[in-house]
């Protein structure tokens, strides 16, 4: 089982941008599906976007049209562009395997604030 690391997190104005990366300590190629998830404060995770080994890709109604999940399998990494940000984009952001999630990581925070 690979150990997944979230990083690219910070504070953004609304409408801005931001990459974020997930890290596979080994080889993602056997992952099927990989996702990136959001936690906000006082909610359950809630799934965002979802790659398949093929690249196709799925959004949430919610940030459709602003984010794009992508995936590296030489780099062993997942990526999520997040743009035109809102506030309500504020949460927790993790990467996991879709069929066989592991725990939850440390995430990394992504804070959209004027």
Request: aromatic residues 8%.
């Amino acid at each position: 089982q690979v150990r997944l690391v979230e990083s690219g997190g910070g504070l953004v104005q609304p409408g801005g941008s931001l990459r974020l990366s997930c890290a596979a300590s080994g080889s993602i190629l056997s992952i099927n599906i990989m996702g990136w998830y959001r936690q906000a404060p006082g909610k359950q995770h809630e799934l965002v976007a979802a790659i398949n080994s093929g690249g196709g890709t799925n959004y949430a109604d919610s940030v459709k049209g602003r984010f794009t999940i992508s995936r590296d399998n030489a780099k062993n990494t997942v990526y999520l562009q997040m743009n035109s940000l809102k506030p309500e984009d504020t949460a927790v952001y993790y990467c996991n395997d879709y069929f066989n999630p592991q725990g939850w990581g440390q995430g990394t925070q992504v804070t959209v604030s004027s």
